[in-house]
């Protein structure tokens, strides 16, 4: 056989075209294809906005321990306060939340 033969032939190409599109088909709708990239892709978006979260928190927690290491005294004192302590003097008043 001859390879222009080949390349020229309707029937060749066509088995190839049919080929290609349900190959296609096959990889975007088969159970590992498309559906399931777009689920990937939400639980990637998901687990980035968790993590930038879990960063800010982070921040957060290392400042008021930087805080907490300077003998910092107003946080000294809120975190006295969240404990039930008032200075002398005080008094202390605490509520219940509504039962529903």
Partial sequence: MN??????????????????FLSLMAMLFSQGGLPELHKRE???R?????LV????RNRELMEEVQRL???????MEALARRQGYA???E???TFR???R
Wanted: without cysteine; aromatic residues 6%; glycine residues 10%.
């Fill in 3 to 20: 390879a222009n033969w080949l390349l020229k032939s309707s029937t060749l190409w066509g088995v190839l075209g049919a080929s290609g």
């Fill in 69 to 75: 290491a300077a003998k910092d005294p107003e946080l």
């Fill in 53 to 56: 979260e879990l960063n800010r």
């Fill in 46 to 50: 998901s687990a980035r906005t968790h």
């Fill in 87 to 89: 200075r002398k003097g």
């Fill in 91 to 93: 008094t202390v008043y």
């Fill in 97 to 99: 939340g509504r039962e």
């Fill in 42 to 44: 939400a639980e990637l």
